[in-house]
């Protein structure tokens, strides 16, 4: 019987010694898997970007000079290149994703992208959506109309005349702010073959835009009517919040370089003949 006991008491401390280490062995491997959560809850994009070692870049695919693909159907462009150049010196390789300009933003919202380098004009209006890097190129708006046209002489005479242009770009507001009516389209070449079958009296577009199309094109009866006075500022637009900010600050520090060493004014003559990379 004393054995009994004996035998009992010895297995009972076994059991409360085994719970007691099973505990110990959990609440660390609990405060562990705690501090991931809020390690993952607190995001930091650009730390994800280099873990996983590449950046996924939003574009066209169809603005030239500005995201293109040339005959071999590449992707280039003025700003696929400027993302390559990026994406090198965070260390990573970019992988680029095409779509249509409307869907674009509405991507880097949901966090489909991380960044998107698509000639994107800073607004007030987008401003208040998102964070944008330094600017790296400065737009001139050119009014485009047929070459026999005769009506549009200014921005002013856009006033109740109809244009075209993807819905949601700076180009629509412009031309909407002048009272035109604006016809939705999905990529430039629907705009030049409106403009170029009548449908339309002009269409608004960057000026560098313009001469690309008719080094392209050039047969095609179309002009520069006017020019807004105004040039407007390109960045690249990020989801707004501290997630993105580190990204922000080493995309800045890339373009930085990039414009001290001559390669963004080098890349700029390469697809535009112009540099555009300074402000008028």
């Given at each position: 019987?004393?054995?009994?006991?004996?035998?009992?008491?010895?297995?009972?401390?076994?059991?409360?010694?085994?719970?007691?280490?099973?505990?110990?062995?959990?609440?660390?491997?609990?405060?562990?898997?705690?501090?991931s959560t809020a390690e993952a809850a607190s995001g930091d994009l650009l730390s994800e970007i280099q873990a996983k070692g590449t950046i996924t870049v939003a574009m066209e695919g169809?603005?030239?000079?500005?995201?293109?693909?040339?005959?071999?159907?590449?992707?280039?462009?003025?700003?696929?290149?400027?993302?390559?150049?990026?994406a090198k010196?965070?260390?990573?390789?970019?992988?680029?994703?095409?779509?249509?300009?409307?869907?674009?933003l509405a991507g880097l919202d949901?966090?489909?992208?991380?960044?998107?380098?698509?000639?994107?004009?800073?607004?007030?209006?987008?401003?208040?959506?998102?964070?944008?890097?330094?600017?790296?190129?400065?737009?001139?708006?050119?009014?485009?109309?047929?070459g026999d046209n005769t009506d549009i002489t200014s921005m002013e005479?856009?006033?109740?005349?109809?244009?075209?242009?993807?819905?949601?770009?700076?180009?629509?507001?412009?031309?909407?702010?002048?009272g035109a009516e604006v016809t939705g389209v999905d990529d430039l070449n629907q705009t030049f073959e409106l403009l170029l079958s009548g449908r339309i009296d002009a269409t608004l577009n960057a000026e560098v835009t313009?001469?690309?199309?008719?080094?392209?094109?050039?047969?095609a009866n179309i002009k520069i009517a006017c020019l807004d006075p105004e040039a407007t500022q390109?960045?690249?637009p990020f989801r707004k919040g501290e997630e993105t900010a580190s990204l922000r600050e080493a995309v800045n520090q890339a373009l930085a370089d990039m414009r001290e060493s001559g390669a963004l004014s080098e890349l700029s003559e390469k697809y535009f003949g112009t540099d555009i990379t300074q402000p008028a």
């Open positions: 019987k004393k054995l009994f006991s004996l035998v009992l008491a010895l297995s009972m401390a076994l059991a409360l010694t085994a719970c007691g280490s099973s505990a110990a062995a959990t609440a660390p491997a609990a405060e562990s898997a705690a501090g169809t603005w030239a000079p500005w995201t293109y693909h040339d005959e071999n159907d590449n992707l280039v462009g003025y700003d696929v290149e400027v993302a390559t150049e990026i010196k965070l260390g990573v390789e970019p992988q680029f994703v095409e779509g249509e300009w409307d869907g674009l949901a966090g489909r992208y991380d960044i998107m380098i698509n000639g994107v004009d800073i607004t007030e209006e987008r401003s208040d959506a998102y964070d944008f890097s330094d600017p790296y190129a400065y737009n001139r708006t050119a009014v485009i109309v047929s005479d856009l006033a109740g005349k109809h244009t075209a242009n993807t819905i949601s770009s700076t180009y629509a507001e412009v031309a909407e702010g002048y313009y001469y690309d199309y008719m080094e392209a094109h050039p047969d390109v960045a690249i």
